[in-house]
Nanobody
Framework: QVQLVESGGGLVQAGGSLRLSCAASGRTFDTYAMGWFRQAPGKEREFVAA????????YYADSVKGRFTMSRVNAKNTVNLQMNSLKPEDTAVYYC??????????????WGQGTQVTVSS
């Protein structure tokens, strides 16, 4: 069982930056691939980024590639999502996910409660 708690959301102007964090409980954090997803009002939840368990390889949705950077610190049971050059279309609730087997859009054994990101134009 893994519990995930996101933080770092807020209101920012277009072109600005935010850094989201996800803190995980449990002693087996490094056995989980981690991901970020988002859901905008009236839309389905979509994949944003993911990172592998040990070697830190990352994967990004085309819409955020070059602007967002995901990282993890296994010693601190934490993953981060650095979001730069934010656009109004990045406005959504951002969710952290953990998965012991899958990585990418289909992942998600465990989910956090989400954190709101609002980008004003």
């Amino acid at each position: 069982q893994v519990q995930l708690v996101e933080s770092g959301g807020g209101l920012v102007q277009a072109g600005g930056s935010l850094r989201l964090s996800c803190a995980a409980s449990g002693r087996t954090f490094d056995t989980y691939a981690m991901g970020w997803f988002r859901q905008a009002p009236g839309k389905e939840r979509e994949f944003v980024a993911a990172i592998t368990r040990y070697d830190g390889n990352t994967y990004y949705a085309d819409s955020v590639k070059g602007r967002f950077t995901m990282s993890r610190v296994n010693a601190k049971n934490t993953v981060n999502l650095q979001m730069n050059s934010l656009k109004p279309e990045d406005t959504a609730v951002y969710y952290c996910a953990a998965d012991s087997r899958r990585i990418g859009p289909g992942m998600g054994d465990y989910w956090g409660q989400g954190t709101q990101v609002t980008v004003s134009s």
